[in-house]
Structure formats: C-alpha cells, structure tokens
C-alpha cells in the first residue's frame, strides 16, 4: 500500500483559513468514510483532530472541520492561531484492512 | 480513562529482533469496539503503520513489514505485543502503540507516549 499524498507544507496568517488536502485511491480515500485527522507537535504523541471524514472529538475545537471528494480527503482549519502550529497527518482504513497514513503536513502560522 | 504503555528495550543490534510491548489500562482489551496497533515514526519522519490485532488474535499487517512482523496479544494481561525481526537501521523510529475503534468509525483514539527505539551495533 502506498502513502496517501499530502502537501509537505502550508502556511497562513493568524486568523486566516488554510486548507491541507490528502490524496489515495479508490481502495482507500475514495472507497470508504473512514478518513482520519491527526494533530502532531514536536516531541508529542499524535492527537485526533478528525475521524470519519467529518466528525470532530469530544474537546476538539470547532475551528477544524474535514470533507471529502472523490479519492481525495481535505482538513480545513478556520481563524488561524499560533497554537495550531504542528505537523498534521490524514489517515484512511484501506480494502485490505489496514490503515495507511498520508506523509504529512507541516503547518507554519506566520 | 484508557491509557497506553510501550515497554522495551530502547537499542537493539541489527539483525536481531526488536520486542515491545503495550500495557493496557482504564479498559478491557477485550473490546468488541477495538483493535489494536502498533505505529512507527522514524526521526524526522511521517507515522507508518505497522499493524493491529484484535482480542481474538486476528491480525493485520502492511503488506511492506508483513514478512517480519508479528503482533501477538495476552488478554489476560491485558497486553499486546510487537515483534519485528531482522531489524536494521531503517527500523530506528518512535514506536506507538495504539487503541483503532472500529464499528462505529475506524480511527485511533488512543495513543501510548511512544518510545524510541535504535538499532546499532
């Protein structure tokens, strides 16, 4: 199975929306609702930001919201802050009943 | 509150076999809702999946690890564990162990701290 495809970087103001895009196939991204989001600091263990494309956790700000098209899964983070600075990384469950991670993202808030 | 703890040792010499393990606690590993996994983060790199497990011992591995992995689980420890054999110093990475809800969505909710692992002679 092959790495989802992600942007290796992104970047935006304070307050401003940015959107981090994650690319599989039809046995993956495209074939199932099962994309996740996951939040990533220096040094920390990966956090759930998204699950099942769309669906935000318990404690996860409503400022992150996810969509999907075709073979292709999108994270949109709204009112940027210095805080959501991290490395950020798209998961999907696959048709041979694995997972399969996209290779990140690094989010610079300027 | 479930919690998540990888066990192991953190240098192993190449060609030999990496072990860890993952204490489960605030829940059953007996879960109907869960499976269970290990995930790796070389230094510097994305997150890779290695594999999970269920309580009944069904496993799933990535196709690209499949012929050196093994992941095994202990219920009435409530334990699960990783072997990965003839390790080399591509292996060296930050291994987490991981609780996958199924069912009702297919994510990870749950992470252990993570602990590294090096391979060198």
């Known amino acids: 199975q092959s790495a989802l495809t992600q942007p290796a970087s992104v970047s935006g103001s304070p307050g401003q929306s940015i959107t981090i895009s994650c690319t599989g196939t039809?046995?993956?991204?495209?074939?199932?609702?099962?994309v996740s989001w996951y939040q990533q600091h220096p040094g920390k263990a990966p956090k759930l930001m998204i699950y099942?494309?769309?669906s935000r956790p318990s404690g996860v700000s409503n400022r992150f919201s996810g969509s999907k098209s075709g073979n292709t899964a999108s994270l949109t983070i709204s009112g940027l802050q210095a805080e959501d600075e991290a490395d950020y990384y798209c998961?999907?469950?696959?048709?041979?009943?694995?997972?399969?991670f996209g290779g990140g993202t690094k989010l610079t808030v300027l | 509150q479930l919690q998540l703890q990888e066990s192991g040792p953190g240098l192993v010499k190449p060609s030999e076999t990496l072990s860890l393990t993952c204490t489960v606690s605030?829940?059953?590993?007996?879960?109907?809702?869960?499976?269970w996994g290990w995930i790796r983060q070389p230094p510097g790199k994305g997150l890779e999946w290695i594999g999970t497990?269920?309580?009944?011992?069904?496993?799933y591995y990535n196709p690209s690890l499949k012929s050196r992995v093994t992941i095994s689980v202990d219920t009435s420890k409530n334990q699960f564990s990783l072997k990965l054999s003839s390790v080399t110093a591509a292996d060296t990475a930050v291994y987490y162990c991981?609780?996958?809800?199924?069912?009702?969505?297919?994510?990870?909710?749950?992470w252990g701290q993570g602990t590294l692992v090096t391979v060198s002679s």
């Open positions: 991981a609780r996958l809800k199924i069912l009702t969505g297919y994510y990870v909710d749950y």
């Open positions: 605030g829940g059953s590993i007996s879960s109907s809702s869960s499976y």
């Open positions: 497990i269920y309580y009944s011992g069904s496993t």
């Open positions: 039809s046995s993956d991204v495209g074939g199932y609702n099962y």
């Open positions: 099942d494309v769309s």
């Open positions: 998961s999907s469950y696959t048709s041979i009943s694995t997972w399969v």
